[in-house]
């Protein structure tokens, strides 16, 4: 079975201090990988994907993440974050023939000015 | 209106009663999703739709009850609840399933007394 496990569900971090939020999955076959992030009253938006190819993946507002096969970890970063990015951050996997994505439980990133 | 909206955003409602969540998305996509949001829990999968055919449901009690009529909509209809159904609900749609972007709408926030 698949399973998401994101292990900080609380990250506080000053603003314009980088960040990462940690993602591990655990699958026996080959994975699709996404974050998503929601704000305050809304539902989920995506910030990026990796399907294929470069592991570096580069997504919207200045984020990052990075697959690592061997970890099996899909970590997600940014340089400086900005009050803005004050959200809940959610990694999700999904396998190449499913119909479905399985979601971690979510970290809460805070930016305190 | 654009991408996915849900009506209504706030729903009270007894354990008694009868209600339906709506969910819209002009989009154009194929596929539509139910998921249930509680705290510190990962998001759960609810239903698939992939075509206005049902095509994944994940053992969800027989008081949620699905309906999607044509590819735009999709209901949710609730009876008999019960008070740890209590949670966000949330709608997602995409182009087909499997690995494409999943698009949210804003939620309905339910609670069952």
């Known amino acids: 079975a698949q399973s998401v496990t994101q292990l900080d569900s609380q990250v506080p971090v000053f603003e314009e201090a980088p960040v990462e939020l940690r993602c591990n999955y655990s699958s026996s076959v080959s994975v699709y990988l996404f974050w998503y992030v929601q704000y305050p009253n809304q539902g989920l938006q995506l910030l990026l994907k990796?399907?294929?190819?470069?592991?570096l993946v580069k997504g919207i507002n200045g984020f990052e993440a990075e697959f690592n096969k061997s970890q099996t970890s899909f970590h997600l970063r940014k340089p400086s974050v900005h009050i803005s990015d004050t959200a809940e951050y959610f990694c999700a996997v999904t396998l190449a023939a499913g119909n479905q994505f399985y979601f971690g439980t979510g970290t809460s990133l805070t930016v305190i000015p | 209106e654009t991408g996915v909206t849900q009506t209504p955003r706030h729903l009270v409602m007894g354990m008694t009663n009868k209600k339906s969540l709506k969910c819209e998305q002009h989009?154009?996509?194929?596929?539509m999703y139910w998921y249930k949001q509680s705290a510190k829990k990962p998001l759960e999968l609810m239903f698939v739709y992939s075509l206005e055919e049902r095509v994944e449901n994940n053992s969800v009690p027989s008081r949620f009850s699905p309906e999607c009529p044509n590819s735009s909509h999709l209901f949710l209809h609730l009876h008999t609840l019960q008070p740890e159904d209590s949670a966000l609900y949330l709608c997602a749609s995409s182009q087909m399933t499997g690995f494409d972007e999943q698009y949210f709408g804003p939620g309905t926030r339910l609670t069952v007394t």
């Open positions: 990796y399907l294929s190819g470069s592991t």
């Open positions: 989009l154009g996509h194929n596929a």
